[in-house]
Every structure is written in C-alpha cells, then in structure tokens.
C-alpha cells in the first residue's frame, strides 16, 4: 500500500523559509515522477515542480524559480521542498505527489497526471 505523509509546513512571515518532507512507503522515489502541488482557498491546485525518476527537473512554476528548491533522498525515500523568500501569495496547502497514470505521456504540472497523493501540509505566509 503506498502512503505519503507530507511535514513542514507552518505560519511564516515575508521572507522566511520553510523545508517540507514527503515520505513515502510504499514505492521507491527514484523509480517514479514526483512532484509539488499547492492549492490555495478558492483556487485550483498548481503545480509547484517536478522531478523525474533520473533526478531532473521537469518543470518549476515561474512564480517560484529562484525561491524553491525541489531535493530526493533515495535512501530516505523522502521528497523535499526548500521555500525561500517566502511571499503570501504562496499561502496555500501543499501536497506531494507521484507515480504517473498513463505511461506514454509527460506532463508533470497536471495534477490528473499522477496516481498517488499525500495528505497535504498547510503552509500561511503573513505580510
């Protein structure tokens, strides 16, 4: 059974950092497309950014490029999300997910792409 439990999130002010983790049981991280989700009240869930199973970054959402960084530790099986220079308009739940539903596509900031998800962790950044 694959489980993934997001940690890490919390209130913040402009500027600050955060690191969240996903761990996951179940599958390997290194085997599979892994990716950084948020939604925000009111709004549809974006991508945030993505990794393929060789290590690379598939996509970053603009707003975040310079800010986020997205880390695997194998042998932790544990995904991360280094967030600098955090800004309110990155207040929202964030997710982690993995594992694709169609082998023969790649589009990593969908997030109907993916078969797994975590439960979230709440993530509120005041001005």
């Known amino acids: 059974q694959v489980q993934m439990v997001e940690s890490g999130g919390g209130s913040v002010q402009t500027g600050g950092s955060l690191r969240l983790s996903c761990v996951a049981s179940?599958?390997?991280?290194?085997?599979?497309?892994m990716a950084w989700f948020r939604q925000a009240p009111g709004k549809e869930r974006e991508g945030v950014t993505s990794?393929?199973?060789?290590?690379?970054?598939?996509y970053s959402l603009d707003s975040v490029k310079g800010r986020f960084t997205m880390s695997r530790d194998n042998a932790k099986n544990t995904l991360f999300l280094q967030m600098n220079s955090l800004i309110p308009e990155d207040t929202a739940m964030y997710y982690c997910?993995?594992?694709?539903?169609?082998?023969?596509?790649?589009?990593?900031?969908?997030?109907?792409?993916?078969?797994?998800w975590g439960q979230g962790t709440q993530v509120t950044v005041s001005s």
């Open positions: 997910a993995a594992g694709r539903k169609d082998p023969f596509t790649i589009d990593p900031a969908t997030p109907s792409w993916y078969k797994w």
């Open positions: 990794i393929s199973p060789g290590g690379s970054i598939t």
């Open positions: 179940g599958l390997p991280v290194s085997a599979h497309h």
